[in-house]
């Protein structure tokens, strides 16, 4: 492979991410952003993003050569043979999503661009957004490509550099055959598309994995109705290799940086052709019920009524192995209680400072204070490996609301404390002994 000249415009999450990656790759490659601070911090090999390999990959670029950071697109990409566009495409009004930022960087760039540079969409984008483009730059000899990220906080190295699969896209085929050389050091299949098709899979993609997280908090709702077990029923589910083990653990509902506004866009795509998606929109709606669900629960432990209740919150983050707190579901049902009013004290491993509403503490046996109920709501796996009967002695209550299903029942109903999950039964606490 012959290493390219890469410029990556933007330095977030999917930009740093992908800069360091393709340096890793043999590329040279020049990460660009109009922050100056984060751009010194980076040059200096300070990444404030937490994600697993990412700072070394960062430092060993920077030590190679492969890897640099500058401020300003317009003169990085002069002798650019691919232009990557990492910039946020956040939902706008309307759930719409928002693409200034992709925009702006179009018409700062386009008149500069070398002949035969791909300028390549790498941000989340609604179908069209490469003729879009290709028709703001008005050049012939700039092909635009569509590269879609599949990347998942807290593995998104790992997924970069094995990928399921590498999807471009463009109408000029030969370009999106150019962008898919980039990678030839991964081994993963190709697959090479239209524009359009290829700005479309990125959205299925997203949206069915939504679909089957609003399911699966359905079926969880069901079981409790019912008397199963979620556990047992998605372990029976998931040997059916249609349909597989992923994406099929309940929880308070799906949030991120990716699904709610990617949910939100495709429904918008999809009124903009005058289709009714009903499924998806059922299944946004079925996610603001399975907070609401969450919010009872955590109600009902505390006897009904959350107005001057003290509930301690383990995580806040939107998953385990983040610091990204966009879209929280977590942040979500800790907003619900305060605004009921609930007084929180919460931690999370990766989170610090402060919060509207709650306070935030740096050790985890502090949310048990005098709580009349413990709510696990981000899946960290230290919360495992708490000491539980010490947390039962510094607790008031003895309800411990384990949202995410991670804790160990057991280990919860012999330390005097109760337990409850969702979609699962629920273990009866022993008489606590103060």
Not at 89 to 111: F, K, Y
Request: with cysteine.
């Amino acid at each position: 492979m012959t290493p390219a000249r890469i410029v990556v415009v933007g330095t977030g999450y999917v930009g740093l991410t992908t800069g360091a990656c393709l340096a890793s790759l043999g590329h040279y490659v020049t990460c660009v952003d109009v922050d100056r601070a984060k751009v010194s911090r980076l040059a200096a090999g300070r990444v404030d993003i937490l994600e697993p390999g990412l700072a070394g990959l960062v430092h060993r670029g920077i030590a190679t050569g492969r890897l640099q950071f500058v401020v300003g697109a317009r003169d990085a990409v002069r002798t650019a043979q691919a232009v990557f566009l990492c910039v946020p495409t956040p939902m706008g009004a309307g759930g719409s999503a928002d693409l200034r930022a992709v925009e702006a960087v179009a018409a700062e760039i386009g008149d500069v661009l070398p002949t035969g540079c791909a300028l390549v969409t790498k941000s989340t984008v609604p179908v069209g957004t490469s003729k879009r483009i290709q028709e703001m730059v008005g050049r012939t000899d700039v092909p635009v490509v569509s590269n879609p990220e599949f990347l998942r906080e807290g593995t998104a190295v790992a997924d970069f550099l094995g990928p399921d699969r590498i999807v471009v896209g463009s109408d000029d085929l030969a370009a999106a055959r150019r962008v898919g050389e980039l990678y030839a050091e991964l081994d993963a299949p190709v697959v090479v598309a239209d524009a359009a098709s290829a700005e479309l899979v990125k959205y299925a993609a997203n949206c069915y994995l939504a679909l089957k997280l609003s399911y699966v908090n359905s079926i969880a709702e069901l079981c409790e109705r019912l008397g199963a077990d979620i556990s047992l029923v998605t372990e029976g589910m998931g040997y059916d290799r249609r349909i597989g083990r992923t994406f099929l653990k309940p929880g308070p509902g799906w949030g991120g940086s990716c699904l709610p506004k990617d949910t939100s866009a495709l429904v918008k795509v999809a009124e903009s052709v005058d289709y009714d998606f009903r499924m998806l929109t059922s299944a946004i709606d079925e996610n603001i019920a399975q907070r609401d669900r969450i919010v009872a629960k955590i109600a009902g432990a505390v006897g009904g009524t959350l107005a001057g209740a003290r509930i301690g919150v383990l995580g806040l983050a939107f998953k385990a192995g983040t610091n990204d707190l966009r879209d929280s579901p977590a942040l979500a049902v800790a907003s619900v209680l305060c605004a009921l009013g609930a007084e929180l004290i919460a931690y999370d491993p990766a989170v610090d400072g402060e919060i509207a509403g709650m306070t935030v503490v740096d050790d985890a046996y502090q949310v048990a204070k005098d709580a009349d109920a413990v709510v696990v709501l981000t899946e960290w796996a230290e919360f495992k490996h708490l000491d539980w009967a010490a947390m039962a002695e510094l607790m008031d209550g003895i309800d411990v609301v384990d949202t995410r299903n991670l804790l160990d029942p057991r280990v919860i109903v012999d330390a005097g404390l109760s337990w409850q999950g969702v979609g699962r039964p629920r273990a009866a606490a022993r008489i606590k002994v103060s």
